[in-house]
């Protein structure tokens, strides 16, 4: 990459699974290296399966905050129990917490009178760093249960962001989590650019404008990439309308193939193993990103 200068965030998100987020987060890496890439889809993080870094770097973060009864102050009056919304106080002897369950509200803390129950912040997520052929890869997998999936995205970006102020590669490309939830506005927020990567479904226009409505929300400018867009053409047609009339550019259209499939069967990145209609738009998409980041991205080859 050349045109070092101020660190920005390009995240590429989708409104629902299944799109192809990831592999197209995966071609740009290999089309912009080197780059800072940060899986933000904590919940199931794949995009290491097709860059496959070396690890070199992993820790735990504490996501939760949870109850704890000591058995030896509780007397088994079950205030807690009747008051717990979330059924996480066991009807066992002596009672104890479902931490599967527990919210960490601190209800049961504030009507139990025996002073029993304590409240601690469990370890709920690790967070890994490594290296990849296409550049640094920071991400992150939450625990079975846990859903403070939002905080944890947070960490993963500013780790990354610390690689690109130390490496001095000013793009971070982040893999967000599908869908509009909690991971997804962690992922966005402060983001100089949005790539939205959708499939022409009624389902993926219907959360296409679900997400650009939550990219709207926190100001961050979005573009289109419309996936396997020949598998229903009249409603690629529709995506690209709607788009129009949003004033949101459709800046690649990328047609299905079964090569691309067979490339993910091998855990393999897409680029080099796939035919000339599908690297070529997106060599077009990572062009255009040229124009919309601001910055040069792409080396003389691409």
Avoid: W
Avoid at 100 to 111: A, H, N, Q, S, T
Avoid at 126 to 140: K, R
């Amino acid at each position: 990459m050349r045109g070092r200068g101020k660190m920005k965030q390009l995240v590429v998100i989708s409104g629902k699974g299944g799109t192809g987020k990831t592999t197209v987060a995966a071609a740009l890496a290999q089309l912009i290296a080197p780059i800072v890439l940060a899986d933000c889809d904590v919940e199931a993080p794949n995009l290491h399966l097709l860059l496959h870094p070396e690890i070199d770097k992993t820790f735990s973060i504490k996501v939760s905050r949870k109850a704890h009864i000591d058995a030896r102050l509780c007397d088994g009056c079950d205030a807690c129990m009747k008051r717990c919304r979330f059924g996480a106080i066991m009807d066992s002897v002596p009672r104890k917490i479902d931490e599967f369950k527990c919210e960490g509200c601190g209800v049961c803390g504030l009507v139990c009178s025996r002073g029993a129950i304590s409240f601690f912040e469990s370890e709920g997520a690790e967070v890994y760093a490594g290296i990849t052929s296409y550049g640094p890869l920071v991400g992150a997998r939450l625990a079975v249960g846990e859903e403070a999936s939002g905080k944890v995205v947070t960490r993963v970006r500013a780790e990354a962001q610390l690689i690109s102020l130390n490496t001095g590669l000013p793009l971070i490309l982040v893999d967000g989590s599908p869908g509009t939830g909690c991971p997804v506005i962690a992922s966005l927020s402060g983001a100089d650019l949005a790539l939205v990567v959708t499939e022409p479904s009624l389902s993926g226009l219907h959360d296409l404008e679900r997400i650009l409505r939550v990219a709207e929300h926190f100001s961050v400018r979005t573009i289109v990439c419309v996936n396997k867009c020949d598998i229903f053409p009249e409603m690629s047609r529709k995506i690209k309308e709607r788009c129009r009339q949003e004033g949101i550019e459709v800046v690649a259209e990328i047609p299905f193939s079964t090569q691309v499939v067979e490339s993910l069967h091998q855990v393999k990145p897409p680029l080099g193993a796939v035919p000339d209609e599908v690297e070529i738009p997106l060599k077009t998409l990572a062009k255009s990103l040229e124009k919309h980041m601001e910055m040069e991205i792409l080396s003389g080859g691409n």
